[in-house]
């Protein structure tokens, strides 16, 4: 069953209007453009349900949920259904640093052990690279860490103590690797420089700024929200199995949030709309690229990651968790935002709906540029360290185009200028030819270099 939220019902509970049949867009047009896209997944049992929003020009146009919340009673998802947003959490996270910094209470770049006990082994952290993935603190989803906490009550420090043995997998600020551990320190960081709790520092500083009133801790959520939806796994034959809620005090301030369509569509319009939340200064910071050391632009910013779709910009961030899939992105030049989330984790990916959403909206951009110089000195293996894994990637020439090689599969990369290249899968190659010819390959949330061997 599907439940549209009609403008009766959008003006009254929300506050907010949908384009009407008079109007640039027409909503039944739109319903059908959106329908089309979820009606056979839900009809395949891809997934189990789906709710999307939609705001344009800082209003809220449109909400509709699909599918169920729960699949043994059939019970329809509801429009404000409450969802496991994961790490979209994060960049509610890094709104809250950016608060705290714009009072005088935390300096971005400062060493993260003025505000949090933590043996770095001599290495400068600062509180700027836990934003922007570039600490080498090892993710510690990616380590043993989970499964020696799981069902046992532990201070919240100890996972950082216990992250002190894990190493670190790149020096400081010479790369890019996607944490949530880092995230999981900036909330005891919040937490000590404050004097509140995570979740009641958000609370009082960014739900009641921003209107929002179904947005939480997920682990509060299960006693006080009964529209929480049940998440689901796909098995290995695309069955559908419940799953258990996870540990939302581990996912802490990198993914322990829940929240709403509509709540997230009234969040990213305080976000990118208006001073409601932080000043200007620290939102151009918040969705400005970040740099490695030697200078090169990755594709993050503070909290927020930023690409292109069709040619046009987008700044979002994206949640993956056990039985949920989260996407809220906003296309600056159409001030365009879409949320979609997905009560089920398989092959359905949010990201790739949201993409399909704009399409209503937006207009495809070229990208892609002739190439005029030689590819010959491109092709070759080339070796590099991606999170502490020693990895090889192959290029090839055929005339006048360039291929990566991955597992034995070709990828046709295009050339977007200045020496870049982007594959079907959005990676970015950037090859540089002097003193060694290199490569680093960049997507959202990785940036690496490679070596050409000789």
């Known amino acids: 069953m599907k439940y549209l939220l009609l403008l009766t019902i959008v003006l009254s509970f929300f506050s907010c209007s949908i384009y009407n049949s008079k ?30 929003g939609i705001s344009k020009g800082g209003k809220i146009i449109y909400i509709k949920s699909y599918g169920v919340s729960d699949l043994s009673t059939r019970t329809p998802l509801l429009v404000d259904a409450t969802f496991a947003i994961a790490s979209i959490t994060k960049t509610f996270t890094a709104i809250a640093v950016l608060q705290l910094a714009e009072n005088g209470l935390i300096q971005l770049d400062d060493d993260i052990r003025k505000y949090l006990p933590y043996n770095s082994k001599g290495k400068i952290i600062t509180v700027r690279q836990l934003l922007n993935h570039q600490s080498g603190i090892k993710d510690y989803t990616q380590s043993a860490i989970p499964g020696r906490l799981k069902g046992i009550q532990y201070p919240k420090d100890t996972l950082v103590h216990m992250l002190e043995q894990e190493g670190f997998i790149f020096e400081p600020g010479t790369a890019m690797g996607y944490s949530n551990s880092g995230y999981y320190m900036l909330g005891l960081i919040i937490e000590k420089v404050s004097g509140m709790t995570y979740d009641d520092y958000l609370r009082k500083n960014i739900y009641a700024k921003a209107g929002l009133n179904q947005t939480c801790g997920c682990d509060s959520t299960r006693n006080s929200m009964p529209k929480l939806a049940k998440g689901y796994n796909t098995d290995k034959t695309g069955k559908l199995t419940i799953v258990q809620p996870g540990d939302f005090k581990m996912a802490s301030a990198a993914g322990s949030l829940c929240s709403t369509v509509a709540d997230l569509l009234k969040w990213n319009i305080a976000l990118h709309k208006t001073e409601k939340l932080f000043t200007n200064e620290s939102y151009n910071q918040m969705k400005m690229p970040a740099k490695l050391n030697d200078g090169t632009q990755v594709r993050y910013g503070l909290g927020l ?60 951009k070229k990208l892609t540029q002739v190439f005029a110089g030689d590819l010959t000195p491109l092709a070759g293996t080339y070796t590099g360290k991606v999170m502490g894994r020693q990895l090889t ?31 079907e899968d959005d990676y970015i190659y950037s090859f540089t030819m002097t003193p060694d010819i290199k490569v680093q390959i960049n997507d959202p949330l990785m940036t690496f270099n490679f070596i050409k061997e000789k």
Do not use: C
Request: net charge negative.
């Open 23 to 52: 109007t640039a867009y027409r909503s039944h047009e739109l319903e059908s453009h959106i329908d089309s896209l979820i009606n056979p997944l839900i009809d395949s049992s891809k997934i189990a349900g789906a709710a999307i």
């Open 393 to 423: 990637r192959n290029f090839e020439v055929d005339g006048s185009n360039l291929f990566v090689v991955i597992m034995d599969k070709r990828y046709s990369l295009s050339y977007i200028g200045n020496n870049k290249w982007i594959s």
């Open 305 to 364: 990651q930023l690409n292109h779709y069709k040619g046009n910009p987008v700044i979002f961030h994206r949640g993956v968790i056990e039985g949920f899939l989260s996407d809220a992105r906003y296309f600056p030049e159409d001030d365009l935002t879409i949320i979609t989330l997905i009560n089920t984790l398989g092959p359905v990916k949010p990201v790739n709906v949201s993409n399909a959403v704009s399409e209503y909206f937006i207009k495809e």
